[in-house]
């Protein structure tokens, strides 16, 4: 069993940076898949990024390439998501989950745990 708690959202300025945690409890962290997804008011939930149990394959929304980065430090069980240039429309709550799948899948059914979510806002 795996429980996530998520942290590090907030309100900031267009163009500026958060850093998400991801804090793991459970042994088997290592070996899960992490990814990031994220849901606006009146939106579907949506893949962001995520990273496989080495840290050694990414995959990345199209929308977030180049801005956002993400890792895991597996002696901390924990993973980030680090936020750059941040824009008005990545204001959304967002939630890490993993999933035991070695694949770095962008679908939320793929994931059995979940943390409860930190809210990003970005203003113009």
């Known amino acids: 069993q795996v429980q996530l708690v998520d942290s590090g959202g907030g309100l900031v300025q267009a163009g500026g940076s958060l850093r998400l945690s991801c804090a793991a409890s459970g042994r088997t962290f290592s070996t899960t898949t992490v990814a990031w997804f994220r849901q606006a008011p009146g939106k579907e939930r949506e893949f962001v990024a995520g990273i496989n149990w080495s840290g050694g394959r990414t995959n990345y929304a199209s929308s977030v390439k180049g801005r956002f980065t993400i890792s895991r430090d597996n002696a901390k069980n924990t993973a980030y998501l680090q936020m750059d240039s941040l824009k008005p429309e990545d204001t959304a709550l967002y939630y890490c989950?993993?999933?035991?799948?070695?694949?770095?899948?962008?679908?939320?059914?793929?994931?059995?745990?979940w943390g409860q979510g930190t809210q990003v806002t970005v203003s113009s």
């Open positions: 989950a993993a999933t035991r799948d070695s694949s770095v899948l962008t679908t939320g059914y793929a994931y059995n745990y």
